[in-house]
């Protein structure tokens, strides 16, 4: 069963640390360097979110995940992650690489912009003293870019399709544009939404003008490409300051800490089984005689980043998007509900991560669509109530889903 269908987006000024936050984030080896333009193609992996298992939660000894991994008593849920060229500001005129490449986020759900928050790199990503550079505006400038990016691509055959709405060619308006828009990655209901916070649900599509259309882009961005600030190589001491005036200028966007390089250097160490740390750990335990680099790079790592922000932040970063942005939550399918098992006496082996909100219905349909069509009832295991199908599913919820499907297999 796969954990998820979620991709998120790795953008931001070229030369900020993507690619390393990328490779923390996937243990997979891309270039990095510190230099403009050192990605060109776009590298996809897969990364973890994390989450206390339930099998702890339960008192159980331990549980046989098997869509995601058990370690530790953690759960670490598999989602994409796309890591691309980075921008520099005019990046929509064709400055630097352009923008084109942001095509391999069109299906993201969420992007991490990544920004150097300790100031280290010019407007043009070329290395500066740490503190000549205001990361503010390159939050301000990337934010530009990625609208321009998306508005040129929505404003292509606009009036064409403006017209057609307009005269009746779909009676459904919000459903027609997301059909259009689709490639986009938007759904239906981020339309409706952008449409009512701009005020322009009760405006004809063909006397817009480019203002409202620009209005109504960018607050579909806000909607359907949400952002998390990944304020990167926090490491560096002056960052401290600027992630304070990041919150404070753009406040109801999450901006998190992070060091991606202290997040990589640790990782790698745990794989050469040097350090004991797992991602979002706030601290590691050296194991075994590091060559004695390693533990002094290993210390300061401890004293610049765990002790002063609580951990790498790259965890974080990512969990924040995938629950906290875009408002998701944890549900364990079993088909025994006493046992914890699947068919196959697997204890707990599947979590799957769903939208707050949905239904057990919609977790039916979500685990296969005959379960969905002949749902009957459902158990939650933890309560050991039987509930119908629009019970609203909690975070963390072990569900058993009864279906007339189920039942004749
Ligand atoms: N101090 C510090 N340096 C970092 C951090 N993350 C990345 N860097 C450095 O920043 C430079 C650029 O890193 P990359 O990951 O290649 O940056 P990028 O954003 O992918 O760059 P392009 O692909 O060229 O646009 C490298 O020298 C990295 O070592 C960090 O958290 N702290
Ligand atoms: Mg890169």
Known sequence: MEASNILLGVVGKTNVGKSTFFSAATEIDVPIENRPFVTIDPNVGVTYVRRMCPHVELGLPSCNASNSICRLGWRFIPVKIVDVAGLVPGAHEGRGLGNKFLDHVRRADALLLVVDASGSTDEEGRPVKPGSYDPVEEVKQMVFEIEEWMFNIIARDWDKLARFIDTGG?????????????????????????????GLESKRLTSWDRGDLRVFVSELRRVAKPIVIVANKADVP??????????????????????????????????????????????????????????RALE?????????????????ALNEAVFKTLDNIVVYPVEDHVKLTDKQGRVLPDALIIPRGSTARDLAYRIHTDLGETFLYAINAKTKQRVGESYRVNDGDIIKIVAAAARKA
């Open 300 to 316: 300061r790592i401890r004293d610049l980043v765990l002790r002063k922000w609580g951990s790498t932040g790259v965890q974080e």
């Open 238 to 295: 002056v960052a401290e300051d600027n992630v304070r005036r990041l919150r404070e200028e753009f406040k109801g966007v999450p901006v998190i800490p992070t060091s991606s390089l202290a997040e990589l250097m640790l990782r790698r160490a745990s794989a050469k089984n040097m350090v004991e740390y797992m991602p979002g750990d706030g601290d590691f335990k050296v194991v075994g005689s590091p060559p004695r680099d390693l533990v």
């Open 170 to 198: 779909a009676l459904d308006v919000p459903g027609a544009l997301a059909q259009r828009l689709s490639g986009l990655g938007i759904l239906k209901n981020h339309v409706v939404k952008a449409l009512e916070t701009t």
